[in-house]
């Protein structure tokens, strides 16, 4: 539902002036930490954190249940109802745009910078989908040229089961996973991987659960979806070729997924929801399980995706970062709602903290896609870089930077904040003092 | 190491005629609860249960971490390092079998016909591996008859992520899952599985854990292993067929997976250790990174696996429950530590309380088939009962008994203690009322 949280007339005083990501019609949920202080539960506002436990004791928002925004995740926040959250989330707006709580609340407030964002959630289970069907197209192609999309890719949103333990927040070190690869010779080789490769997703995650047994109706599938994040599912592809059958990806993705931290909750993204735009005239219909007329119209989110990427090269003379890909979540073949529906169809029970990711998310043509496998062809046709370099796939001190807008005439623009990681060989010791420089240059 | 928890000569004043599955030399971990109670941590001994956290504080257990006992989980207890555990399970020995503790101890003794067991970890993470070598031919048989086996199969231990949300301990109902099926007809139809198998794994729990971006060399692996327990992958072969490729399976199986409640620990173990003989002369050598010659020699575990079929029709004539399967833990191609050290060899972090299934586990012939899709070859030759009645697949009301057994000449024969479900109808209302005749039977 819009409400007055989204009216684009309303700003607030901690940035009058508007914000690129973090403006009042957007205020997502985070874990932060001061240094070497214990997690706590934040919201974002322009440059600053609003330290949510803190406010909760002190008076500003009391009324709220003060245990569910002191615990170090937003697990027992999320699992609240969603009238309860869309309440906090408007004393927030009101909190934060009126000019005479300014003193009320201002003693609460951290600048960004100078604090640590985690992982938002205790993650249950996280779950990859394959729903953007022009990757699906891409990669299929590259193994089948004639028949790249497999027979049930229009009738099952494709998923598959990924690693919860390895889920990390921005900034985290992408350490080169090894493992077996098979070239030409007859036997494997154990090594470091050659063909690293990021994924450009979005990650949905799940507020309120379903009991084991039963199933969510598509019809109610949206009230299960606390918010969204950018996710990078970087994917080791030389290993994944190797191993991927007949059971799938395993090591070759559990090394580490990044997340961008702050949870962009499913409230502030309402005015950027949009038809589902990426199912072609002629394909099948959604069996009834996964048709819901609302959510075909209204259940898809026009979100524009960018990836950049900076080399160690480009860091030396200080380049900026390139943007390697411009995308959108309309790309996407199925709705959040259908992947929800979906995975609890059988009966498989969803709780809260549980982070899907939607897949990953490619356009139909080059500068749109969300992979260096589809960029580069399988690393057949490298790409070419502005600072003179080619990359077919990662190199180490390669940083690649994912970050989303949501966008609509009419409303303010919201951001999701940085999905980042630098690559860095294996087993080299990797202290502040090497890593800092990397990830300052992103502290926007 | 084998000590004196292992000596056979041992008794306990509990059970001095010993018993089948929890002697004295047993002692497994898990969690129950009293009707209406708490969880509480407890060691089964003979057919009864001690409360751990209770002995903890009131005397008999002095010196250790009652915390980590009193624990609703035992997470806490296995992240101990194996020193401790090692010394508690001298303690627990010792208190069990010298009579002259008896009155100390007693008063924490509860017949375990009185408790209900629990999932005894607090699940991080699940992942399922496919070490079974005749498993693996048998069902690429059925789709490749000429080259069953894939090329990745004899260098990479395959495994892939389970979802952790559905573990349940033994006795949690089977509800048969609905899925989309795709037959004859050109498109897809959703309803009942009606193709609902069981298959017999082992599962490894995980003790200690790694870092993230670090790896664990495979001589090392063993002391990350906290015990072991058995496990029913239960699996919807007609959704597994249509939603596998390419991302493998997904809601085929994480809509239940049973596991026995005890944890069955690396230590009560020991004397079972066996060579690993599932390598057949002439095999590739596993690459170093899985290579260890002790692990080789005595890495391997000889565990007798049986799995039991009860129909409605035997039951109400009262009828035994009819081994369907008699095979061995041998016959897997990898060890445990082979399993652990592959699946951290890529700098993926694993963490107390993570489960591993070892696949399904069968041997090269009829009667040791771990899946009734091997034992019915697809379903083609179905599965004569002794009722007069015959199974491709799961009916609604059959129940699957998993059992096992740790056997060796010179030792006492431990057991793992019930890994059960019953099948019932999706969104039948099923109460303890229809429930509790079928599981009652099983309470031996």
């Avoid at 926040?77 to 869309?86: E, G, K, S, Y």
């Avoid at 036997?187 to 450009?200: A, I, K, N, Y």
Wanted: hydrophobic letters at 40%.
């Amino acid at each position: 539902m819009i409400d007055e949280t989204h009216d684009p007339a309303l700003t607030s005083w901690v940035c009058p002036e508007g914000h690129a990501e973090f403006p009042v019609q957007n205020l997502p949920f985070g874990v932060f930490s001061h240094a070497g202080g214990e997690k706590r539960a934040g919201v974002a506002i322009g440059d600053f954190v609003l330290d949510l436990a803190a406010a909760a004791h002190a008076g500003p928002l009391t009324g709220f249940d003060a245990g569910a925004v002191s615990s170090p995740c937003l697990n027992a926040l999320f699992a609240w109802d969603c009238d309860t959250r869309r309440r906090l989330r408007q004393r927030l707006s009101a909190l934060l745009s009126q000019p005479g709580r300014k003193s009320e609340v201002e003693p609460f407030l951290a600048p960004a910078n100078r604090v640590t964002l985690h992982c938002p959630m205790a993650i249950s289970d996280y779950t990859d989908f394959y729903a953007g069907i022009h990757h699906a197209t891409n990669v299929g192609r590259l193994f089948r040229p004639d028949n790249p999309l497999l027979p049930n890719y229009k009738y099952v949103p494709i998923g598959y089961h990924g690693r919860a333990s390895s889920v990390r927040a921005s900034g985290a070190p992408v350490t080169r996973p090894s493992g077996q690869c098979k070239g030409e010779e007859p036997v494997p080789q154990f090594g470091p991987s050659g063909r690293l490769d990021f994924e450009l997703e979005l990650g949905i995650w799940i507020g309120a659960g379903n009991k084991l047994g039963a199933s969510i109706p598509i019809g109610e599938a949206r009230s299960h979806i606390a918010g969204f994040c950018l996710l990078n599912d970087w994917s080791a592809r030389d290993l994944q070729a190797w191993e991927y059958q007949p059971l799938g990806p395993f090591l070759a993705k559990n090394f580490l997924t990044t997340i961008s931290p702050w949870i962009v909750t499913a409230e502030a993204l309402e005015p950027f929801r949009a038809a589902q735009a990426a199912r072609p005239e002629g394909d099948p219909p959604p069996l009834d399980y996964l048709w819901d007329e609302q959510d075909q119209e209204k259940g898809a989110y026009a979100i524009d995706l960018d990836v950049h990427l900076v080399t160690p090269k480009m860091r030396a003379v200080g380049a900026a970062p390139q943007v390697i890909t411009r995308t959108s979540s309309t790309y996407l073949y199925w709705t959040p709602a259908q992947l929800v529906a979906h995975h609890a169809s059988n009966g498989c029970n969803l709780t809260t903290g549980d982070l899907l990711g939607t897949g990953t998310i490619s356009g139909p043509e080059r500068g749109t896609y969300g992979s260096l496998l589809e960029i580069s062809a399988g690393g057949r046709e490298p790409l070419a870089l502005a600072s003179g370099e080619s990359r077919s796939f990662l190199e180490d001190g390669d940083e690649v930077l994912i970050t989303g807008r949501a966008k609509r005439d009419g409303y303010v623009t919201i951001g999701f904040g940085d999905c980042r990681g630098v690559v860095v060989e294996r087993r080299r010791d990797v202290g502040m003092d090497v890593l800092a420089p990397m990830l300052r240059a992103g502290h926007r």
